[in-house]
């Protein structure tokens, strides 16, 4: 028998109630939940009000036979329970109750579901999504993520609207998805990033691995089976497998992948083509360390909507990861590791391991300078090495050049000239002809 929204709706709306103004409630919780979930019990009364409108309550329960049924040849009856809710108000509020009540809270009922949804993680196996989903337990949010505050405000406000604009992908007829770039060195913290995406949103994550995809119908197939406000996360993909890119020479070889037989053509099909339209709230999040290796037909609007480029640590990161590991907001040092940073390039995941030492904070951040100062001088030998380098080639380069073209000095023109007179030569009047004259006895 198929369920009944509207009664599932009400028993978890009321369920916010039950604990203020019932004498008994029921509390249970699955494992798919986060948080106990509270029922009024049979016969209790809940009192609601909106817009001005008391409303009441009450959870009826009526049990009645059921037909007989044989089992090991045996006949034994049945007993069910038929549960319903019992909703009061005046008769005068019936429309607003029908358009306007109801509606309300069939929505918040599915807030609260959703918010109570403990988050799934799902991996491919053998082409199709893993049968027994694994619960993401990921601490990371964004009030720990490790990045600059300025993009970590701008990407959450970019969630924030693509999770209420529903009706404007439905009006403009697009898909209800929006795709997001993450590259940058390794260390950046991509991989956290989606972490707290997740955890932000309560999504599910469906990581999918491009070489355990046979084809491009198992792509398909794999895009379809995504349920609604998840996460399809596609990690370093030019590390995957080879996707040719369109912009090369199409007299080279074609790359061969053995087993996988997956195309450019059908990711981009099932990023952005008809198949995309089969769920609603999909994010994809495309990250890699390399961006310059990607087809740009791979990075356009509609597919990649969103290029976030996570780079080296600056200070602002810095602050949060000595807030995460330190629990410290200021400190003496804090001017003096500012500079280095804005002279050498470091990883937050650099630092994150030395912050990661048993010492105290003072320490911690002094040996974190030293790191830094180190890197510093490595980097100047490193620009010295190249300036010398640079140098001996352009010394050498002169050399060969002078040694092949010999230069003629004034010396040099006037001696041929008077060897020419000599001989009896003069510069013509006319054409810059020369002639001879003899001389006379």
């Known amino acids: 028998m198929a369920k009944n929204q509207v009664f599932e709706a009400a028993e978890t709306y009321l369920g916010t109630k039950a604990t203020v103004s019932t004498e008994r409630v029921k509390a249970s919780k699955s494992h798919d939940h986060k948080k106990l979930s509270f029922n009024i019990d049979r016969g209790e009364e809940v009192s609601d009000d909106f817009e001005g ?67 799934k993680i799902l991996s491919t196996e053998h082409g ?65 990033l989606i972490a707290a995406m997740a955890n932000y949103l309560n999504y599910d994550i469906f990581d999918l691995d491009l070489t355990d995809v046979g084809d491009n119908k198992s792509l398909k197939q794999l895009i379809i089976g995504m349920s609604n406000r998840s996460i399809l996360v596609i990690e370093d993909i030019d590390c995957t497998i080879n996707l ?11 790359v061969d992948n053995g087993y996988n037989k997956m195309t450019l053509s059908g990711l981009l099909n ?29 990075l356009r609007p509609g597919r990649m909507d969103k290029q976030i480029h996570l780079s080296y640590c600056n200070f602002s990161a810095f602050k949060q990861l000595v807030i995460n590991y330190l629990c410290i907001t200021q400190h003496e040092l804090f001017e003096k590791i500012e500079l280095l940073l804005g002279e050498v390039q470091v990883t937050p995941a650099e630092i994150a391991e030395e912050l990661t030492k048993d010492v105290d904070a003072t320490e911690c951040l002094q040996d974190l300078i030293k790191s830094l100062q180190a890197k510093k001088i490595m980097k100047e030998e490193i620009k010295n090495e190249e300036n010398i380098k640079e140098e001996h080639e352009l010394g050498s380069y002169e050399a060969r050049t002078l040694t092949r073209t010999p230069t003629r000095t004034p010396d040099m023109t006037l001696t041929r000239t008077r060897r020419r007179h000599q001989r009896g030569f003069r510069p013509g009047l006319r054409g810059g002809h020369r002639t001879r004259t003899r001389r006379h006895s």
């Open 53 to 119: 409108i008391t409303v009441k309550w009450k959870l009826i329960c009526i049990q009645e036979d059921g037909s007989r049924i044989r089992h090991n040849d045996m006949y034994t009856s049945s007993v069910s329970e038929i549960r319903s809710y019992e909703l009061t108000f005046h008769k005068k509020h019936k429309n607003t109750i029908f358009d306007s009540y109801f509606p309300y809270v069939m929505e918040i009922a599915k807030q609260i579901k959703q918010g109570n949804m403990a988050i």
């Open 128 to 192: 199709c999504w893993s049968h027994e989903p694994v619960k993401f337990n990921h601490p990371m949010s964004f009030n720990t993520l490790a990045i600059d505050i300025e993009l970590r405000r701008e990407i959450m406000n970019d969630l924030d609207n693509f999770v209420k604009a529903k009706e404007f992908y439905r009006r403009t007829g697009k898909a209800w998805q929006r795709g997001y770039l993450l590259y940058g060195p390794p260390g950046t913290g991509k991989s956290s």
């Open 244 to 254: 040719q890119n369109r912009e090369e020479d199409e007299n080279e070889e074609v």
């Open 270 to 298: 099932a990023v952005d083509g008809l198949w995309s339209c089969c769920g609603e709230e999909h994010i994809i999040v495309v990250t890699t360390n390399h961006k310059e290796r990607l087809d740009p037909a791979l």
